[in-house]
């Protein structure tokens, strides 16, 4: 069974950091692309920052850049998100998300991890 499962979400003030983990299981972890999600109340859910499976490509949203880091660890199956700067904009649920192969529609998707960002 595929599982997809988000840890370190939580409250932080605006300036503060975060760094949520991703651990992955029951795929072969290394032959996945990765990416974070995060959707806000009412909103569409839209992509955060990508990372192919080598972890030789990444990707951020204009809004990431310069303060979220995406990386993964292939030996320990997991993708992190290292958030800095952070926010209130960035209050969201977080999601991860993996694809075999070239990135496209995710075919997997964890429960998502909630960040609260208070000003």
């Known amino acids: 069974q595929v599982q997809l499962v988000e840890s370190g979400g939580g409250l932080v003030q605006a300036g503060g950091s975060l760094r949520l983990s991703c651990a992955a299981s029951g795929l072969t972890f290394r032959s996945c692309s990765m990416a974070w999600f995060r959707q806000a109340p009412g909103k569409e859910r839209d992509v955060v920052a990508q990372?192919?499976?080598?972890?030789?490509?990444?990707f951020y949203a204009g809004y990431a850049k310069g303060r979220f880091t995406i990386s993964r660890d292939n030996a320990k199956n997991t993708v992190y998100l290292q958030m800095n700067s952070l926010i209130p904009e960035d209050t969201a649920v977080y999601f991860c998300a993996a694809r075999t192969g070239d990135w496209g529609i995710p075919d997997y998707w964890g429960q998502g991890t909630q960040v609260t960002v208070s000003s």
């Open positions: 990372i192919s499976s080598s972890g030789g490509a990444t």
